[in-house]
Nanobody, 121 residues
Framework: VQLQAFGGGLVQAGGSLRLSCAAS????????IGWFRQAPGKEREFVAF????????YYADSVKGRFTISRDNAKNTVNLHMNNLKPVDTAVYYC???????????????WGQGTLVTVSS
């Protein structure tokens, strides 16, 4: 499975950004796909995922109501629309495939390259 992320950049607090991820290869449609992020000095954390065949996205509490994940099955892409961004959202965002619940946290088998999102106050 190959994942290529696009988007990111610098935005002021309260602003919006969209991240996109193109998936290819393997059985990427067999499992949820989504996003994680890693802020400076912190561990990587789950952000959101969506499955390819249902409309039941799942979000971390920290982004619920502000971020929206969507997918385009025809283009094999998944998008993360981020609204009302806050400085605490500053992080490297990673597209991830084959997301699963390990019991204590969400994990993924495949990762794309990270893309930096910086939110200024």
């Amino acid at each position: 499975v190959q994942l290529q992320a696009f988007g990111g950049g610098l935005v002021q607090a309260g602003g919006s950004l969209r991240l996109s991820c193109a998936a290819s290869g393997g059985t990427f449609r067999s499992y949820p796909i989504g996003w994680f992020r890693q802020a400076p000095g912190k561990e990587r954390e789950f952000v959101a995922f969506i499955t390819w065949y249902s409309d039941s996205p799942y979000y971390a509490d920290s982004v619920k109501g502000r971020f929206t994940i969507s997918r385009d099955n025809a283009k094999n892409t998944v998008n993360l629309h981020m609204n009302n961004l806050k400085p605490v959202d500053t992080a490297v965002y990673y597209c991830a495939a084959h997301i699963f619940n390990s019991g204590s946290s969400y994990r993924a088998d495949y990762w794309g390259q990270g893309t930096l999102v910086t939110v200024s106050s």
